[in-house]
């Protein structure tokens, strides 16, 4: 990849985990495993990753019955993305984690040069990401796949814009809530991936009605499975998991 791409290309990874074993009783002992597990993931063994950042570790506890935990990580390489994805399953700790869904979209900024205005237009012009931009990550986090009817894609891109400009007017009346919207073409089984942040949960569900609601909403076909929990640490989430005497 040119130091020209990789400048203005960045791929977001969500990953979500089942607990598939106890983790260990004793405070310490559990610490030193997330200790352990967070350095691995910064690749603290090889050299810290060009470019990777972790948004975000997830509690999907109760909110679903297949899946407990999320992270979200950001970086101007899919290598990059990847290697903490594999480092984290290498961990102790990610040894107690049985992998549920994990799926990566790329976002590709405008730099002036030929560009495709019709994805410009299904993806909602040229709007960054919010996890490319200044600021806090949200408290609460909905992650889903989106895929447009064939309908959808026979319009001119000119009207695909308007109608997505509108439902982002719609999503500006909800304080505080910010999305995250990547193409996932070729990388997995959606076209669209969508990462809505909040300062509190139920706005996720008044903002995705928002979304719902709007001319270019009616054209979704696609928006499940749904991923959604607070931002945590992964300490607190891991005294939170069933415990037990751990054994490796």
Known sequence: MSSKESATTHYAMWSVFQTANTLPEDALERKDMVREALRAVNGAAGGSPAGLTVRGWYDLSGMRSDADLMVWWHATTVEAVQGAYQRLR???LGRCLDPIWSNVGVYRADTGADTDS???????????PAFLESGEPG????VSPLGYSQDWYQLQAEERSRLLAEQAQSLAQHAGVRTSTVAAFALGDF????????????????????LRSTAAGHHVREDTPVFAGPRTDLNSWAARQPLSDYDA
Not at 139 to 142: G, H, P
């Open 191 to 210: 076209e669209w991936l969508r990462a809505v942040e909040a300062p509190e949960l139920h706005q996720l569900v008044d903002a995705s009605r928002a």
């Open 90 to 92: 290498q961990s102790e």
């Open 118 to 128: 019709d994805t410009d237009a299904e993806a909602g012009g040229t709007t960054q």
């Open 139 to 142: 408290a609460y986090l909905s």
